[in-house]
Protein backbone atom coordinates (compact mmCIF):
# COMPACT_ATOMS: atom_id res chain seq x y z
CA UNK A 1 0.00 0.00 0.00
CA UNK A 2 1.08 3.51 -0.93
CA UNK A 3 1.16 6.26 1.99
CA UNK A 4 -1.64 9.15 0.82
CA UNK A 5 -2.05 12.74 2.73
CA UNK A 6 -4.73 13.29 4.93
CA UNK A 7 -6.88 16.56 4.69
CA UNK A 8 -5.16 17.62 7.38
CA UNK A 9 -2.08 18.94 5.27
CA UNK A 10 -0.85 22.37 5.28
CA UNK A 11 0.07 22.67 2.04
CA UNK A 12 3.45 23.66 3.53
CA UNK A 13 5.31 21.75 0.62
CA UNK A 14 7.93 20.13 2.85
CA UNK A 15 7.19 16.70 2.10
CA UNK A 16 7.82 17.32 -1.69
CA UNK A 17 11.60 17.48 -1.83
CA UNK A 18 12.11 14.43 0.61
CA UNK A 19 10.05 11.98 -1.37
CA UNK A 20 13.14 10.09 -3.33
CA UNK A 21 10.55 8.80 -5.95
CA UNK A 22 8.70 12.05 -6.86
CA UNK A 23 5.74 10.62 -6.21
CA UNK A 24 4.15 13.76 -4.79
CA UNK A 25 2.47 16.77 -6.28
CA UNK A 26 0.97 19.85 -5.54
CA UNK A 27 -3.12 19.98 -4.23
CA UNK A 28 -5.09 20.78 -1.68
CA UNK A 29 -4.68 18.63 0.23
CA UNK A 30 -0.95 17.33 -1.46
CA UNK A 31 -1.12 14.22 -3.57
CA UNK A 32 0.73 10.86 -3.43
CA UNK A 33 0.64 9.06 -6.35
CA UNK A 34 0.49 5.17 -5.58
CA UNK A 35 2.25 4.06 -8.78
CA UNK A 36 5.40 5.57 -7.74
CA UNK A 37 5.61 5.39 -3.89
CA UNK A 38 7.48 3.12 -2.32
CA UNK A 39 6.69 3.02 1.23
CA UNK A 40 9.90 4.72 2.31
CA UNK A 41 7.87 6.91 4.73
CA UNK A 42 10.14 9.88 3.96
CA UNK A 43 6.83 12.08 4.36
CA UNK A 44 5.57 11.14 7.77
CA UNK A 45 9.37 11.81 9.25
CA UNK A 46 8.85 15.44 7.85
CA UNK A 47 5.43 16.39 7.82
CA UNK A 48 4.61 19.11 11.06
CA UNK A 49 0.72 17.95 10.89
CA UNK A 50 1.52 13.97 10.52
CA UNK A 51 -0.78 14.32 7.53
CA UNK A 52 1.08 11.33 5.43
CA UNK A 53 -0.17 8.10 6.64
CA UNK A 54 0.11 4.57 5.36
CA UNK A 55 -2.96 4.33 2.49
CA UNK A 56 -5.76 1.68 4.44
CA UNK A 57 -5.75 -1.62 3.18
CA UNK A 58 -8.97 -2.05 0.56
CA UNK A 59 -10.93 -4.94 1.77
CA UNK A 60 -12.40 -7.22 -0.89
CA UNK A 61 -15.01 -9.28 -0.86
CA UNK A 62 -15.41 -9.06 3.26
CA UNK A 63 -18.64 -8.09 5.24
CA UNK A 64 -17.93 -5.72 8.07
CA UNK A 65 -19.31 -6.68 11.24
Known amino acids: MAYHIL ?3 IS ?3 CMPE ?5 IS ?3 PYI ?3 KLCTECG ?3 EVCPV ?3 RPA ?3 TIGTTPG
Not at 19 to 23: I, V
Open 50 to 52: DAC
Open 26 to 28: EGS
Open 7 to 9: EDC
Open 32 to 34: IDP
Open 56 to 58: PKK
Open 42 to 44: ACA
Open 19 to 23: CPEGA
Open 12 to 14: CGV
